[in-house]
C-alpha cells in the first residue's frame, strides 16, 4: 500500500526541495517543470480537496493559493511535520492513498504528485474505486506521475538512466510500481473516470479524470 517506501522519505525530508529544484544533475531530467506541473495540477481543481503525499507541501501550497480548502495526508512523519509547519491552518494528517480517514467532509477532488506509483497496479484499481465512492458526480482526481507508453519505454528508460550512470533513478523504476498508460486509462475507467493524459516532461505524465 505504499508504506513500504515511507522511510526512503525519512533522509529525503531535507533535501527533497533542493532535488526538486534541479540541484541533483541525476533526478533532474525527473522533476523538469516542477512548477510548471504543480501548477497544472493545482488549476483543474476547485473546492475541497484531498491531497495525498503532501511531501514538503509545495503542492499543497499551489492549492492554497488557488483558493481551495485542503486536506492534506502524508505517511512520513518527518515530511508531514514540515508541511504542517508550512500551513498550521490547513489539516495534515497521518494516511496513505489507501488508509486515510476524511471523516464525513464533502469532497470536490483528489490530487497527488509523484506518489501514484507507491501503489502496484491492482491497489491502484481499489484506491481509485474508493475516490469514486467519495466524489460526486464530475468529481475529479488529478494526479501528475511517472508513467511509460508501454513496458518497452519503461525498459529502454532504465537502460538510458545506467547508461547515463544515473543508477538511484534506474533502481527507483526498477524498484516501484511504475505503470503503463493504457493500464491506467483501464484502472481509471473501471472505476468510473473519463481520463485524458498529458505528458509534461520525459518521465511525468498528468491525469486528469473526471468521475461519470
Avoid: C
Wanted: no cysteine; net charge negative; aromatic share 10%.
Amino acid at each position: 500500500m505504499g508504506r513500504e517506501f515511507v522511510e526512503i522519505f525519512d533522509e529525503w525530508a531535507h533535501s527533497y526541495d533542493a532535488s526538486v529544484s534541479g540541484e541533483d544533475p541525476e533526478y533532474r531530467d525527473v522533476f523538469e517543470g516542477y512548477e510548471t506541473i504543480l501548477s497544472e495540477v493545482a488549476k483543474r481543481v476547485s473546492g475541497t480537496v484531498i491531497e495525498f503525499g503532501t511531501g514538503t507541501g509545495n503542492l499543497t501550497a499551489k492549492l492554497i493559493e488557488a483558493g481551495n480548502s485542503v486536506i492534506g495526508i502524508e505517511p512520513n512523519t518527518k515530511m508531514r511535520q514540515v508541511t504542517a509547519d508550512r500551513f498550521p491552518a490547513t489539516k495534515i494528517i497521518d494516511g496513505d492513498l489507501l488508509q486515510f480517514n476524511v471523516a464525513t467532509e464533502n469532497i470536490d477532488a483528489i490530487v497527488s504528485s509523484y506518489v501514484f506509483h507507491h501503489l502496484t497496479d491492482e491497489e491502484k484499481g481499489e484506491a481509485l474505486r474508493t475516490y469514486a465512492q467519495l466524489l460526486p458526480t464530475n468529481g475529479k482526481v488529478v494526479f501528475a506521475d511517472t508513467a511509460f507508453i508501454t513496458e518497452d519505454a519503461k525498459k529502454d528508460q532504465i537502460i538510458k538512466e545506467r547508461n547515463r550512470g544515473f543508477h538511484n533513478v534506474a533502481d527507483d523504476l526498477l524498484r516501484e510500481y511504475y505503470t503503463t498508460i493504457p493500464i491506467l486509462t483501464k484502472l481509471f475507467d473501471d472505476a468510473g473516470f473519463q481520463v485524458s493524459f498529458l505528458k509534461m516532461n520525459d518521465f511525468v505524465w498528468l491525469m486528469d479524470a473526471t468521475k461519470k
